[in-house]
């Protein structure tokens, strides 16, 4: 692998959905009988998109998206931070540029004329904060190749990629061009494996790229991790990824988080709140206090404690976005 040509000039640059959350509370009651899968996140085309949206009450609109959100944390600690995404030349894409850029995230991908319009997200909050995600991925999953900025993917730290993104064909590709990007460059790739679902369709994939060495930086939650590795046996998994990629990270709700690499273990309880409201965006912030105390040279436990309290913070309110100063809160770590 090549060595890095310079220092970084963006501490992490992602390639994910650019989605704009649709979300609304619901009882389990609502959404049984919706046919949902209740804290699952779910596929869906355009006709049960409109079906689902109908059938929700009274909405609040975010712009989300996994990698996005992730930016959206380290963008709140002080990181610099750059977004790939596709969206459509309609309203709710400007709604996204508009927040992404606001949040202080350099965004550039040229919105998409016609249709499909921009992805959207509908999510059902269970009175207990699990939410039940149903995706319209839309003009997201035509991110062209072309729409890549190579020079931004090497000029960044890491490359950070979101799993739900390599379901559609057009938009792996460019996946596969960034990694190969940012290795060239002596970047770090990082991958977060986003949904079980997503490794049932495309685990031989990711197989392949811890085993060539693509992958520097893997996030996972315990049932990614079972359906990545075959073990249901929390430390079973871990023990067989643990020596095939630099370094592992994987999360279990409220039992917390653990970080391995090719010397140490660390781990991490979940931060105490006094109310889950909403349980979405968790593991995409979790990921970016990680990310930004790893782009920071903190260690492994501090980098979970900073991903922890990223996530109590994301988990306090509706919405995948930070609302609290995530700055002050880094602070009182020491």
């Known amino acids: 692998m090549s060595q890095p040509q310079n220092s970084p000039a963006i501490d992490v640059i992602a390639i994910g959905n650019a989605i704009v959350d649709v979300m609304a509370p619901s009882s389990d009651e609502a ?30 609109e975010i712009s989300g ?10 963008a709140a600690l002080g990181a610099k931070c750059a977004f790939i995404g596709q969206v459509a030349d309609d309203q709710l894409g400007e709604v996204f540029a508009h927040d992404i850029r606001a949040g202080g995230i350099e965004f550039g991908t040229p919105a998409r004329a016609g249709d499909p319009p921009t992805a959207r997200c509908l999510i059902f909050v269970s009175p207990d904060g699990q939410r039940t995600m149903n995706t319209y991925l839309g003009a997201s999953q035509f991110l062209p190749a072309g729409a890549l900025d190579e020079s931004a993917i090497a000029s960044a730290a890491v490359l950070y990629l979101e799993g ?11 996946m596969r061009k960034a990694i190969a990007a940012a290795k060239v460059a002596g970047r770090k790739v990082a991958f977060t494996l986003s949904d079980a679902f997503v490794i049932s369709r495309h ?18 939650n315990q049932d990614e991790l079972a359906a990545l590795t075959g073990e249901s046996d929390f430390d079973a998994g871990v023990a067989s990824l ?62 979970l404690k900073l991903g922890a309290v990223c996530a109590a913070e994301v988990i306090s309110h509706y919405g995948a976005r930070p609302e609290a100063d995530l700055k002050e809160l880094a602070a009182k770590l020491g």
């Open 203 to 220: 685990g031989d994939d990711f197989r392949k790229l811890i085993a060539a060495g693509e992958i520097d930086i893997l996030f996972a």
């Open 242 to 303: 643990a020596g095939r990629v630099p370094l592992l990270v994987v999360t279990r709700g409220a039992e917390g988080a653990i970080a391995v690499n090719a010397t140490e273990r660390a781990e991490v309880s979940a931060e105490p709140i006094a109310k889950v409201v909403d349980t979405t965006g968790a593991g995409d912030l979790f990921a970016a206090g990680f990310l930004f105390g790893h782009v920071r040279g903190y260690s492994l436990a501090q980098s």
């Open 31 to 60: 959404i049984e009988q919706l046919g949902l899968v209740r804290g699952g996140m779910t596929l869906v085309d355009t006709d049960q998109a409109r079906e689902l949206y109908d059938a929700m009450g009274p909405a609040r």
């Open 164 to 174: 739900y993104l390599w379901d559609p064909e057009e938009p792996r590709a460019a």
């Open 65 to 74: 998206g996994s990698a996005a959100n992730t930016l959206a944390g380290l």
